[in-house]
C-alpha cells in the first residue's frame, strides 16, 4: 500500500526551504535529529489520520535570550497562514503561551527546541518551531461529544497544503520584519492574537516575560517564555487534545 506521503499533493515552497516528508513519527523530533546536518529551512511535515504535524530548522544569530522570540514568531506565522485559509467570520485566538484556537475550540498548537547545553546567552547551533494541528476527527464515534475541540477538515479551511505554504511565506516576512523594524513587529502581533484580549490595559514582553498592566496599575508577570510551553495542557504524547 502507498504511504501517506507517496499519495500527499505537492507543496510548492519558498526557495530557502528543504522539503521532509515523514511518514511516522514525531516531526518536531525528526527536525532535532535533522538539524546539526540538514541546517536552516529544513520543514519537516507529518500528514496522518487526525493530525497535521509541521517542524522547521531555524539557525538564529542572536543569543537564546533573544532568539527565543522565534517562537512567538512562528505562532504568529502560523496563527495568519491559518486566518488566510479559514471562513473569515472566526476567529483564529491564542491561549498563552502555545495553544492554538479556532472560535474558541482547541485546534492545537505550537512546540520548540533548542539545542541542548544552550545557556541563556549562548547563540544556539539550532532552534526548531513545531506545531500539530487537528486535521479531522474522522476516526471519532461521535465528535460531538469533544465540544472543546475542532478540527480543520470540520471547520471548512482550505487545505493543508495552502495552510503550509502560506505558513513559510510568512515566517520569511516576519523574520525580515524582525530584522528591519525590530522584535516588537513581531511580537505586539503575537500579543495581539492572545486571549482573552485587554479591552483596557497594555500587554507587552520585557524580556522573554509576559506582563500586563491594568488601568488600576497593577502587573501581572508569567513564568518566562520557554518554561511556561506546555502549560496550557493542550497536547498529550499522541498530540493535540481531542
Known amino acids: ?24 513519527g514525531d516531526a518536531l523530533a525528526e527536525a532535532v535529529r535533522l538539524a546539526p546536518d540538514a541546517g536552516a529551512g529544513t520543514l519537516v511535515v507529518h500528514q496522518a489520520p487526525g493530525l497535521l ?16 522570540m522565534a517562537f512567538a514568531l512562528g505562532m504568529v506565522a502560523l496563527g ?34 533548542v539545542a541542548p547545553g544552550t545557556g541563556p546567552q549562548d547563540v544556539p547551533d539550532w532552534l526548531v518551531f513545531g ?18 475541540s475542532t478540527s ?3 471547520e471548512a479551511f482550505e487545505a493543508p497544503e495552502d495552510i ?14 524582525w530584522a528591519h523594524d525590530g522584535i516588537e513587529a513581531v511580537t505586539n502581533r503575537y500579543l495581539m492574537r492572545i486571549d482573552p484580549p485587554l479591552l483596557r490595559g497594555v500587554r507587552r514582553f520585557e524580556g ?30 499522541e498530540g493535540p487534545k481531542l
Open 208 to 237: 522573554d516575560r509576559l506582563i500586563e498592566i491594568t488601568p488600576t496599575g497593577g502587573g501581572r508577570r508569567s513564568a518566562p517564555l520557554l518554561e511556561a510551553l506546555g502549560q496550557t495542557g493542550w497536547r498529550s504524547a
Open 80 to 113: 495568519d497562514a491559518l486566518a488566510a485559509h479559514c471562513p473569515p467570520e472566526r476567529a483564529v485566538r491564542l491561549v498563552w503561551p502555545d495553544e492554538i484556537r479556532f472560535d474558541k475550540a482547541r485546534l492545537g498548537g505550537g512546540r520548540f527546541a
Open 152 to 154: 480543520l477538515k470540520e
Open 53 to 68: 504535524s509541521l517542524a522547521v530548522v531555524l539557525e538564529p544569530e542572536q543569543p537564546l535570550d533573544l532568539a527565543q
Open 164 to 177: 503550509i505554504s502560506t505558513f513559510a511565506s510568512y515566517m520569511m516576512l516576519y523574520f525580515d520584519r
Open 131 to 148: 506545531a500539530e494541528l487537528i486535521a479531522d476527527r474522522d476516526h471519532l464515534p461521535e465528535p460531538g461529544a469533544y465540544p472543546n
Open 1 to 24: 500500500m502507498d504511504s501517506i506521503t507517496e499519495r500527499a499533493p505537492p507543496l510548492h515552497l519558498p526557495p530557502p526551504y528543504s522539503l521532509h516528508r515523514l511518514d511516522r
